[in-house]
C-alpha cells in the first residue's frame, strides 16, 4: 500500500509559477511510476504528466508542455509538479498518483495508477 499526500497548491495570479508536491509514504517509488491528473469544477479528471519508475520518462499533455515539469526525488520519495506561466484554465484540484506501470503509453491512464492522493487545490485569478 503506497499513500500519497499532495501540498503546493494556494491562489495565484495568472503568469505566476506554483510547486506542488507529492510525497510517498514508502521507499516504494522506484517500483512505481507517478503522474499527476488535475479535474477542474464541472470537467472530467484529465492527465498533466507523469515519470516514469525511473524517472527517466516524462511524459506531459500536449496543452501543457513547455510550462509544467515534473521531478522526482527518489531519496525523499517525492515528485513535484513545476508549473510556470500559469493561467486560470489550470484551475483545478490536482492530484498525485502512483502505479506499477511499465509502458510509457500507459502513463497518461488513470486506469493504469493502484494509488491517489487526496488532491491539492489550485485557484489561477485573472
Known amino acids: 500500500q503506497v499513500h500519497l499526500v499532495e501540498s503546493g497548491g494556494g491562489l495565484v495570479q495568472a503568469g505566476d509559477s506554483l510547486r506542488l508536491s507529492c510525497v510517498a509514504s514508502?521507499?516504494?517509488?522506484?517500483?512505481?511510476?507517478m503522474g499527476w491528473f488535475r479535474q477542474a469544477p464541472g470537467k472530467e479528471r484529465e492527465f498533466v504528466g507523469a515519470?516514469?519508475?525511473?524517472?527517466?520518462?516524462?511524459l506531459y499533455a500536449d496543452s501543457l508542455k513547455g510550462r509544467f515539469t515534473i521531478n522526482r526525488d527518489y531519496g525523499k520519495n517525492t515528485m513535484y509538479l513545476q508549473m510556470n506561466s500559469l493561467k486560470p484554465e489550470d484551475t483545478a484540484v490536482y492530484y498525485c498518483a502512483a502505479g506499477p506501470i511499465y509502458r510509457s503509453d500507459y502513463l497518461a491512464r488513470m486506469a493504469s495508477y493502484d494509488y491517489w492522493g487526496q488532491g491539492t487545490q489550485v485557484t489561477v485569478s485573472s
Open positions: 515519470a516514469s519508475r525511473s524517472g527517466a520518462n516524462t
Open positions: 514508502q521507499r516504494s517509488t522506484t517500483l512505481h511510476a
